[in-house]
């Protein structure tokens, strides 16, 4: 039987977070977060698949989709914060946790920070932000930055802008994309916060079982995986070969059934 999805809202000391849930709410509960500047709603064909066998949650990150803003400047420590006190809303103690890209560098500050909390960890398409890479973020052009024209050309622009990362004739993955973007007051902050993150300051902290997911035609994050392996030496790595940018909602069935695989077999 397919598991139903249910969205709702948190009430938590900053405002309201918003999230989606599948599953028995008895169940271990698996926590899933995205990346900028999308929702919970990349994770949406994977939430069912999950929730067959746990509680899958997909929140969205402070600030984006339809969740407050954190009270303070937007940083990857904030929305650690948060998606910590969200845990806290929906009693549960402790949750495997899953990222994708921004959301796999919240992930690995909610394991630093909040190491009780986090029974394992899946970084799907996540950078290590070490000196060096802030360095050469600091050298690039903004990633999804367009300004505003009055005939509406910078939607056209903001969907050229990825359309390169995106798999041909799957428009509806650029226009979720958009959607998304849309919602968020300031589209490059997400990218801002994992660029400015002293990752090599929490990294010793991370201890938990860890799957390293590499989406093998996504070019900002696929050369990080075999440095995930160095860093972590608890880590394994899949690899999804055909997997791109919106790996979660591009290949769910198959995202689905690399996590499931690794979800069942910790202790």
């Known amino acids: 039987m397919t598991a139903k999805l249910r969205r709702a809202y948190a009430d938590l000391p900053h405002g309201q977070v918003h999230y989606a849930a599948c599953g028995d709410p008895h169940a271990p509960a698996v926590l899933l977060l995205h990346q900028s500047p999308r929702s919970w709603a990349e994770y949406r064909a994977v939430l069912p698949l999950l929730g067959a066998r746990y509680r899958a949650i997909a929140m969205d990150t402070a600030g984006f989709g339809d969740s407050d803003p954190p009270p303070s400047a937007a940083s990857i420590e904030s929305w650690a914060a948060v998606a910590a006190q969200l845990l806290d809303a929906l009693d549960i103690a402790r949750a495997h946790v899953v990222g994708h890209h921004t959301g796999g560098v919240i992930a690995v500050e909610l394991a630093a920070r909040h190491a009780s909390r986090v029974r394992s960890l899946v970084l799907s398409s ?57 919602k968020v007051q300031d589209v490059e902050g997400g990218h801002r916060a994992v ?35 160095q860093l972590l030496p608890q880590a ?31 202790p």
């Open 236 to 266: 394994r790595m899949a690899d999804i070969p055909e997997g791109m940018v919106p790996l979660p909602d591009q290949l769910p069935d198959e995202f689905a059934r690399t996590v499931l695989e690794f979800l069942d077999a910790q």
């Open 195 to 229: 660029a400015s993150y002293r990752m090599e300051e929490r990294i010793a902290s991370v201890t938990q079982p860890t799957l390293v997911l590499r989406a093998a035609r996504d070019p900002f994050a696929a050369g990080h995986a075999a440095q995930w392996l």
């Open 126 to 182: 996540t950078p290590y932000t070490d000196e060096a890479f802030r360095r050469a973020r600091a050298e690039r052009p903004p990633i999804d930055a367009v300004p505003d024209s009055d005939d509406g050309s910078h939607l056209a622009a903001l969907w050229r802008k990825r359309q390169a990362f995106y798999p041909a004739a799957r428009p509806e993955l650029l226009q979720a994309f958009v959607l998304d973007a849309l």
